[in-house]
T-cell receptor, first 111, second 114 residues
């Protein structure tokens, strides 16, 4: 069975700080990994995805994530956060026609 | 192109009642999936519909059922509502061959069960 763990439940940062959100997965097949963002009152949006190839993937709004197979990790990073990055972030793995999400990390950026 | 639209956006029901939630898929998409997002949790897969048939189901009881129509729109029905059914219900559609790798989510229907 596939599963995703996000250990940071709530992260509070000041603007311009660097961000790294942890994600570990468990899945026996070929791994497709995703980060989604849910801004307050808005729908889930895809930030970035990894299917194969370069393990460092770049997404929208300056986000990037690194797939480390040996650590079963897919951590999300951003060098300098903005107030507008305040949102809920979900890591997910796909398989068997479904996405399995982690419990999410709430990110609060203090101006 | 229009995205995924869901209705209603909010609704309140009481225990034991039945509810129907509706979803219009994005233009060109033929597969619809439903997810339940309880407060403080990540979305959980309920089921997927393709060619008007259920094509994969998560760990949800049979009182959760669905339909897909020839125009690819979909309904989620929940019978005998329980308090724990209170959640945001998300619909997502995907294009032919996309599966779970190319999902577009709607804004959701927030169900409160009293």
């Amino acid at each position: 069975a596939q599963s995703v763990s996000q250990h940071n439940h709530h992260v509070i940062l000041s603007e311009a700080a660097s961000l790294e959100l942890g994600c570990n997965y468990s899945y026996g097949g070929t791994v497709n990994l995703f980060w989604y963002v849910q801004y307050p009152g808005q729908h889930l949006q895809l930030l970035l995805k990894y299917f194969s190839g370069d393990p460092l993937v770049k997404g929208i709004k300056g986000f990037e994530a690194e797939f480390i197979k040996s650590k079963f990790s897919f951590n999300l990073r951003k060098p300098s956060v903005q107030w507008s990055d305040t949102a809920e972030y979900f890591c997910a793995v796909s398989g068997n026609e479904k996405l399995t999400f982690g419990t999410g990390t709430r990110l609060t950026i203090i101006p | 192109e229009t995205g995924v639209t869901q209705s209603p956006t909010h609704l309140i029901k009481t225990r034991g009642q039945q509810v129907t939630l509706r979803c219009s898929s994005q233009s060109g998409h033929n597969t619809v999936s439903w997810y339940q997002q309880a407060l403080g949790q990540g979305p959980q897969f309920i089921f997927q519909y393709y060619r008007e048939e259920e094509n994969g189901r998560g760990n949800f009881p049979p009182r959760f059922s669905g339909l897909q129509f020839p125009n690819y729109s979909s309904e989620l029905n929940v019978n005998a509502l329980e308090l724990d059914d209170s959640a945001l219900y998300l619909c997502a559609s995907s294009p032919p061959g996309g599966g779970a790798n190319v999902l577009t989510f709607g804004a959701g229907s927030r169900l409160t069960v009293l």
